[in-house]
């Protein structure tokens, strides 16, 4: 046994030949025989124990903000990292507001007349700009830019009396 094993407890039991014949973890005093996958698994983690002491020792600290910013957390520590359970309430109640937010939409929308409704959707869903729309209807710019906003202003009192 080399001087650096004999701190540790876990060993590999080899024959004459040099091949390994049991790998063996001490628990609690009992030398338990274990399978090669798990005895590497154990056998990284005490590494990663021992480097982490090392590095405290030379007086580095480290921190998992540190870590985490490095981007180093989820394989240097061996797990990933979740969001805390006050960033998912948040992404909940950003969730529900959108959703609250798309039918208070959709609600104005439908409240619109016909041909109030088509011109916003071809303005600001189908992106055509406000000439081609009055080329289309056969109606000048100005109409159709004096229509968007007359609808838009309604719109706002809309949104505004259903917030309070």
Same mark, same amino acid.
């Given at each position: 046994?080399?001087?650096?094993?004999?701190?540790? !407890? @876990?060993?590999?039991?080899?024959?004459?030949?040099?091949?390994?014949?049991? !790998?063996?973890?001490?628990?609690?005093?009992?030398?338990?025989?274990?399978?090669?996958?798990?005895? !590497?698994? @154990?056998? *990284?983690?005490?590494?990663?124990?021992? @480097?982490?002491?090392?590095?405290?020792?030379?007086?580095?600290?480290?921190?998992?903000? =540190?870590?985490?910013?490095?981007?180093?957390?989820?394989?240097?520590?061996?797990?990933?990292?979740?969001?805390?359970?006050?960033?998912?309430?948040?992404?909940?109640?950003?969730? =529900?507001?959108?959703?609250?937010?798309?039918?208070?939409?959709?609600?104005?929308?439908?409240?619109?007349?016909?041909?109030?409704?088509?011109?916003?959707?071809?303005?600001?869903?189908?992106?055509?700009?406000? =000439?081609? @729309?009055?080329? *289309?209807?056969?109606?000048?710019? =100005?109409?159709?830019?004096?229509?968007?906003?007359?609808?838009?202003?309604?719109?706002?009192?809309?949104?505004?009396?259903?917030? *309070?």
């Amino acid at each position: 046994m080399k001087k650096w094993q004999e701190n540790r !407890n @876990y060993r590999r039991i080899k024959n004459e030949n040099g091949e390994v014949i049991a !790998n063996i973890i001490t628990v609690e005093g009992q030398d338990v025989e274990v399978s090669e996958d798990i005895f !590497n698994a @154990y056998a *990284q983690a005490d590494r990663r124990e021992r @480097y982490l002491l090392e590095e405290q020792s030379v007086g580095k600290v480290l921190s998992l903000e =540190r870590m985490e910013a490095d981007d180093l957390l989820p394989t240097f520590v061996g797990a990933e990292t979740a969001p805390s359970a006050e960033e998912e309430l948040l992404v909940r109640e950003q969730h =529900r507001e959108l959703a609250e937010q798309k039918q208070v939409l959709l609600l104005a929308l439908l409240s619109l007349s016909d041909r109030d409704r088509e011109l916003i959707n071809a303005l600001f869903f189908d992106s055509v700009s406000t =000439r081609a @729309y009055a080329k *289309q209807i056969g109606v000048t710019q =100005r109409a159709v830019i004096k229509r968007r906003d007359r609808i838009l202003r309604d719109l706002k009192k809309y949104f505004a009396s259903y917030s *309070q």
